[in-house]
């Protein structure tokens, strides 16, 4: 993940939660389809859904990034919703 962009790429991933990921840079756009991909699926994430993170240009690192922000959000939104 891009340092300079992490607060950007934060508010287009808590949008994305919404509805369809969208982001006019390639880059983060495929970061937010990983992050989509990740949530969809409960974090079961199939050799598919890798191979095309990897074949957008994802390193290793980033798809492992995308994790942390994506669980945290929904550690925090869920139990709101339920409450």
């Known amino acids: ?13 808590k949008r994305s939660l919404r509805g369809t990921p969208r982001s006019s840079d390639p880059h983060s756009a495929a970061l937010l389809t990983h992050s989509d991909a990740i949530a969809r699926s409960r974090g079961a994430v199939d050799e598919v859904a890798l191979k095309t ?23 925090t939104t869920r139990p709101r919703l339920t409450a």
């Open 53 to 75: 993170a990897r074949a957008a240009g994802l390193t290793d690192a980033e798809i492992s990034e995308v994790v942390g922000p994506l669980a945290l959000n929904i550690l």
């Open 1 to 13: 993940m891009r340092a300079t962009g992490a607060a950007k790429l934060l508010g287009e991933l």
